[in-house]
């Protein structure tokens, strides 16, 4: 079974300050990717930030990066300089590659942005 | 260039009644994916469609049906409704040549079932 958990139904963070975002997944595959996406109020999926399993190099996307490890199935998301504008639901979301985009997603993080 | 569009915007039906949603996928992009995304809760896949045919499904009951038209719209279709369907329905395309991230999501569509 594939499976993506995160364990922080809420967090909050100071204006400025930087957070972190954890996200586990379990799968038998070998060759995939992992997400990380942005749900405001307005309920748009927003993709923040992904990675390709085959690269060991940690992705990153101005403010945000990721902590990719691999062996461990951990993937997750650091934000930096946290602004207002970051507050939402952030969920992340893996995709083996064989599945043609169906895409399994964790039960999401809230985030709160303190100023 | 439109991104993916859904309507309608939300729905109220009653239980046992039919609903249909529609989603148009964004220009260029042919297969349309449809996700159930319940209150407090991560969205789920239902199915995929491509060359007007469904190509994936997820473990969803044959009550939820959908179809691809020529233009790569889609329809998402959902019989004998039960309270339990009250969910935000989103729609994303993709298109097979492209990497996984250029799969873009609609605003979603609001089902209340009462």
């Known amino acids: 079974a594939q499976t993506v958990t995160q364990s922080q139904p809420e967090m909050s963070v100071q204006e400025a300050e930087t957070v972190t975002l954890s996200c586990t997944y379990d799968?038998?595959?070998?060759?995939?990717?992992l997400f990380w996406y942005k749900q405001p109020p307005s309920r748009q999926m927003i993709l923040v930030i992904r990675?390709?399993?085959?690269?060991?190099q940690n992705a990153t996307e101005n403010r945000f990066s990721v902590n990719f490890q691999k062996a461990a199935k951990s993937f997750s998301l650091k934000i930096s300089d946290s602004q207002l504008g970051d507050a939402a639901m952030y969920f992340c979301?893996?995709?083996?590659?064989?599945?043609?985009?169906?895409?399994?997603f964790g039960t999401g993080t809230s985030l709160t942005v303190i100023p | 260039d439109a991104g993916v569009t859904q309507s309608p915007t939300h729905l109220i039906k009653t239980r046992g009644q039919q609903v249909t949603l529609r989603c148009s996928p964004k220009?260029?992009?042919?297969?349309v994916s449809w996700y159930q995304q319940a209150l407090g809760q991560g969205p789920q896949f239902i199915f995929q469609?491509?060359?007007?045919?469904?190509?994936q499904r997820g473990n969803f009951p044959d009550r939820f049906s959908g179809h691809q038209f020529p233009n790569y719209s889609s329809e998402l279709n959902v019989n004998a409704l039960l309270l339990g369907d009250s969910a935000l329905y989103l729609c994303?395309?993709?298109?097979?040549?492209?990497?996984?991230?250029?799969?873009?999501f609609g605003p979603g569509t609001r089902l209340t079932v009462l």
């Open positions: 990675q390709e399993a085959y690269k060991q």
């Open positions: 979301a893996y995709t083996p590659t064989n599945t043609g985009n169906q895409f399994y």
């Open positions: 799968t038998s595959e070998s060759d995939y990717y």
């Open positions: 220009s260029g992009h042919d297969t």
């Open positions: 994303s395309s993709s298109s097979p040549g492209l990497a996984p991230d250029t799969q873009y």
């Open positions: 469609y491509y060359e007007e045919e469904e190509r």
